[in-house]
């Protein structure tokens, strides 16, 4: 590396080494940019790399798993996707449910016109999972109805009556496993197998997600 005065990266393929010289850096502090709504999908901007922004489109990966050690950025992660939500949807186009078994990461944006639900035990958090995995069955229903298989063509119906999209934030989810019953893990375990059609996505943020403190599934 201080030979050649860029950080360099190695690759083994069987017996031959290859040596990919990086020449860009990234600075030490990127400034974030309010992202625009994109007929592509619900893109969210979650940081850049020596390529250009890194994005998480919740069209084609519905959910998101945020992991970390604590002070590795995880909540500061959460509330940049959440400020992107906020910026590019209305009220009417986008409905956020809040659950922080932390008590104090997602507070600062309880009052916000979005925000449906704030709840912080344990208690609450499961009845707004069972109220979420509900109102996605009911949409099903209505795509069975219609003949449709997703929010997106049932809204291409419905202009007056669009159905909005609903984001469930659940900050440490370990904490849902004081329930000896796991109600809310169960049903948990059921929206987001099913969710993605249904205009609803779930982002679910935890510090060691290992098989000894969350199953497998």
Request: charged share 25%.
């Amino acid at each position: 590396e201080a030979a050649i005065g860029f950080k360099t990266d190695f690759t083994i393929e069987g017996k031959n080494w290859i040596i990919q010289v990086l020449e860009k850096t990234l600075p030490k502090t990127i400034e974030y940019k309010i992202p625009e709504k994109d007929k592509k999908g619900i893109i969210i901007p979650i940081g850049e790399d020596l390529e250009g922004v890194i994005n998480i489109n919740l069209v084609k990966d519905p959910n998101t798993f945020i992991v970390g050690t604590t002070g590795s950025g995880k909540s500061v992660c959460t509330k940049q996707i959440i400020v992107s939500l906020v910026n590019m949807y209305t009220p009417k186009e986008l409905e956020l449910y809040l659950c922080d078994l932390k008590r104090v990461e997602l507070n600062l944006f309880r009052n916000l016109e979005h925000t449906k639900e704030f709840k912080y035990t344990v208690e609450d958090v499961t009845q707004v999972i069972l109220d979420i995995l509900e109102e996605c069955n009911r949409r099903y229903d209505l795509f069975m109805k219609y003949n449709v298989t997703n929010i997106f063509e049932y809204n291409k119906i419905f202009q007056r009556s669009k159905l909005p999209f609903k984001i469930l934030f659940i900050e440490e989810i370990v904490n849902l496993l004081q329930d000896k019953k796991n109600i809310g893990m169960n049903a948990l375990k059921q929206l987001v197998s099913i969710c993605r059609a249904s205009g609803i996505y779930c982002f679910i943020s935890t510090q060691r997600p290992s098989s000894d403190v969350i199953d497998n599934v």
